[in-house]
């Protein structure tokens, strides 16, 4: 499970805060697999505000068995919702989609995809508990088979931050397992210039803007390994990403806001804060699994042209 740009000292921090229950021992990786095939983990906790109010989460996860010689990443795009491509800390590029030509062959090489049916599965925080709704995957090409896990209702909330524990009961294909994870606190006071982000905000073409928001007063493994990536989204899908540590304030660089990075202008794009934590943990018959938190919220912005 592998998104771009994660640090290698994010999955050791993670890894501490999430072995637990029945979880089985960290295997060493230089130590090759007898088998002719590898079970991969993907879990993602996705909790989005809007408009300064609405609240939507969704939690999926996929238990995928395929290939050991097959590109990880890309069978990650194919069962989607999990890859996470960011830029380099501090940079910004324009946001990828996939299928692209430079796709096709590792498509042709990854063979057959069987996601795993692990039994009832759910998660719960503090009080709140969120049982996961068991999916058919649709075909994709005669790649992908199985089952999924979501969230039933995109309208239920789970608090933030907090302890999140994710168990399931186990099935002839894996052994049961309970891990638990600490989530991140959801951003807020996020401002573009001195305005909140709420409120809708115009950026002039060409001109830097500082960007700020708030940050946990008490320090801890965890969150000083967490990332904030932001998104600029016009209608057409044209989008940039920019990503940055967690510290409270960082710059949206003159380039984002020029007239060649977008169709037109005036332009009206959607910007997004997410803060993001993430990690592997450990669980019996599974080689590979991670979890990623990805929190934000949303609001509008009007790119407009220069006044000089």
Not at 39 to 44: C, F, G, Q, R
Not at 61 to 79: P, Q, T
Request: glycine letters at 10%; hydrophobic letters at 40%; one cysteine or more.
């Amino acid at each position: 499970m592998r998104s771009s740009n994660r640090p290698v000292s994010t999955l050791l921090a993670f890894l501490g805060a999430v072995v637990g229950g029945c979880a089985a021992p960290v295997v060493d990786d230089d130590i090759t697999s007898a088998t002719s095939y590898t079970t991969e983990a993907i879990v993602l906790v996705e909790r989005t505000a809007a408009d300064g109010q609405l609240v939507q989460t969704n939690v999926s996860a996929k238990f995928m068995r395929l290939g050991s010689n097959a590109d990880l990443d890309v069978a990650e795009r194919v069962v989607g919702g999990s890859w996470l491509d960011l830029p380099t800390i501090g940079e910004c590029r324009p946001l990828t989609t996939f299928a692209g030509t430079d796709e096709a062959p590792a498509l042709s090489d990854l063979g057959s995809i069987e996601l795993l049916d692990v039994g009832d599965l759910s998660i719960t925080a503090e009080s709140t508990s969120m049982p996961l709704a068991t999916r058919a995957f649709p075909d994709v090409g005669g790649l992908v088979s199985g089952v999924f896990y979501t969230s039933r209702d995109a309208r239920s909330d789970l608090p933030a931050p907090g302890r999140y524990v994710l168990e399931s009961t186990g099935s002839g294909m894996l052994e049961r397992f309970s891990i638990g994870a600490d989530a991140p606190a959801n951003p807020e006071g996020v401002r573009i210039g001195n305005v909140d982000l709420a409120e809708g905000v115009m950026l002039e073409e060409g001109t830097s803007t500082n960007l700020t928001w708030l940050v946990a007063e008490t320090a801890s493994e965890s969150r000083e390994s967490d990332l904030v990536y932001v998104d600029l989204t016009a209608p057409s899908g044209t989008g940039i990403r920019c990503t940055y540590k967690d510290l409270g304030q960082a710059v949206i660089p003159a380039a984002v806001t020029t007239s060649k990075a977008w169709e037109a202008l005036p332009a009206v794009v959607s910007i997004s804060l997410h803060r993001i934590r993430q990690g592997q943990f450990a669980a019996p018959g599974i080689d590979d699994a991670e979890l990623r938190f990805d929190f934000s919220v949303v609001g509008k912005a009007t790119i407009v042209p220069s006044s000089l």
